[in-house]
């Protein structure tokens, strides 16, 4: 069965410093997000992204934010310059669009010290 | 706006009984409702959804979920609980009349079940 991939399946970065989280999306779907988990809270939503440009962001998703499909198979978030507020677990989904579900990836565990 | 409640944090149930984990929604327009299940260190496992058409649904793991839209609700029920179903549940809803909106979450109620 198709899944979504994530990578690295943990990444510990000093404050400051910018990281890139990595997703590959199922291959036949058309919408991407990135949602984002604090330890012990909900899932909140960051970003969406359909052909090739960004359909909705939220309130968290600011300017130290980027996201990007740089090959047709890999979808990117880029936080530039980390905050220790930036820990959380990062996790990607995607959807052929519609009434369907969207499928999560495993996440990225970021620990920003 | 939309928004999501579970008004348990937690929900206990012995192995073999029935499990039913509460969740309430508001969102403009037609819903579209899901359940989600999070086990340790891992992703979200999609478990089932309500879209249109009959109100009860039946989903991944022998789990299904009654949608009232009078008292808009979407609880998930079992009707007899395994150990291995003890993991983080979380609700989620987006409006069905705007395109591929982003969901929206629930905090989650943790169920465990006891032996």
């Known amino acids: 069965e198709p899944e979504v991939t994530q990578t690295p399946s943990h990444q510990v970065t000093q404050m400051g410093q910018e990281v890139i989280l990595r997703c590959v999306p199922i291959s036949n779907h058309l919408y991407f997000y990135w949602y984002r988990q604090i330890l012990g809270q909900k899932v909140e939503f960051l970003v969406s992204?359909?052909?090739?440009?960004?359909?909705?962001k939220s309130e968290i998703f600011d300017d130290q934010f980027s996201v990007e499909r740089p090959d047709g198979s890999n979808f990117t978030l880029k936080i530039r310059s980390t905050k220790l507020e930036d820990s959380a677990m990062y996790f990607c989904a995607s959807t052929t669009g519609g009434p369907y579900e969207q499928y999560f990836g495993p996440g990225t565990r970021l620990t920003v010290t | 706006a939309q928004s999501v409640a579970q008004p348990e944090d937690q929900v206990n149930v012995a192995e073999g009984n029935p499990l039913t984990v509460k969740c309430t929604y508001s969102?403009?327009?037609?819903?579209?409702l899901f359940w989600y299940v999070q086990y340790p260190n891992r992703g979200l496992q999609f478990l089932l959804k309500?879209?249109?058409?009959?109100?009860l649904v039946k989903g991944s793991y022998g789990f299904e979920a009654e949608f009232n839209k009078s008292q808009t609700s979407f609880h998930l029920k079992k009707p007899s609980a395994l150990v291995s179903d003890s993991a983080l549940y979380f609700c989620a809803v987006r409006g069905g009349n705007s395109g591929n909106t982003p969901l929206v979450f629930g905090k989650g109620t943790r169920l465990s079940v006891i032996a």
């Open positions: 309500y879209i249109t058409g009959d109100n």
């Open positions: 969102v403009s327009g037609n819903p579209y």
């Open positions: 992204f359909y052909n090739n440009e960004i359909s909705e």
